[in-house]
């Protein structure tokens, strides 16, 4: 009986090229969705629509293109870490920005 070498016991997933056709096309149009957007004067949703549209963005490309999919249990933690890590960042920014004005400034 022959032995199976270490790479053939550990074959991972194998992805589709239709599937990395339909993410690049999602990815595209998500992109001209952006360039769209940022002509389109929303007020304070500006920032809100841009960071939707690049989490949408994001999302594709870990999920298909790093195959975040079908990865291990302790990858999947550093992954969400990561994205917690990066919203609070975000609302610490976002905190600062819409606090501003409430100090009173001397004039």
């Known amino acids: 009986m022959a032995k199976q070498s270490n790479h053939e016991a550990h074959v991972g997933h194998v992805t589709s090229p239709t599937t990395y056709l339909i993410a690049a096309g999602a990815l595209f149009v998500l992109t001209a969705l952006t ?3 940022a002509f389109v004067d929303l007020g304070p ?3 809100l629509v841009a960071l939707l549209i ?3 963005k994001a999302a594709i490309i870990i999920v298909v293109f790093m195959h975040g999919r079908y ?3 302790i ?3 550093a992954m969400v870490a990561g994205l917690i890590w990066l919203a609070l ?3 610490g920014v976002m905190d600062d ?3 501003r004005d409430w100090l009173m400034t001397p004039s």
């Open 71 to 73: 990865t291990s249990g």
């Open 54 to 56: 690049a989490g949408t």
């Open 97 to 99: 920005y819409l606090t």
């Open 35 to 37: 360039v769209g957007a």
């Open 75 to 77: 990858t999947r933690l």
């Open 45 to 47: 949703l500006n920032d």
């Open 89 to 91: 960042l975000i609302l």
